[in-house]
């Protein structure tokens, strides 16, 4: 399985951006697909997740409100929308899958990753 993130750049603070994550060689209902960030410096930490059906998700306390996953398994994508950005959202973003049944927000629980895609979010 591969993944691919995209959507990431440079914003304003108070700006929206989606990043989308497509799976490759394989099927993304067979995953739970989470998004990870690292800012530089810092360790990767968790952001959201969603379950296979999509109908249970979880969001890290620093997004909550602000961020919303959801995914289409028909076109084997997981989008993150991001809105109310700021400075402290700057970081390089991850998508990853997990062959667990439950939502998770570790990330050596997660099988697969993609190369991540930069957010950069300017006060």
């Known amino acids: 399985v591969q993944l691919q993130a995209s959507g990431g750049g440079l914003v304003q603070a108070g700006d929206s951006l989606r990043l989308s994550c497509a799976v490759f060689?394989?099927?993304?209902?067979?995953?739970?697909m989470g998004w990870f960030r690292q800012a530089q410096g810092k360790e990767r930490e968790f952001v959201a997740a969603i379950r296979r059906s999509g109908h249970i998700t979880n969001y890290a306390d620093s997004v909550t409100g602000r961020f919303t996953i959801s995914r289409d398994n028909s076109k084997n994508t997981v989008s993150l929308q991001m809105n109310s950005l700021n400075p402290e959202d700057t970081a390089v973003y991850y998508c990853a899958a997990s062959r667990s049944t439950v939502v998770l927000s570790t990330t050596s629980q997660y099988d697969y990753w993609g190369p991540g895609t930069e957010v950069t979010v300017s006060s």
């Open positions: 060689g394989g099927f993304s209902r067979n995953y739970v």
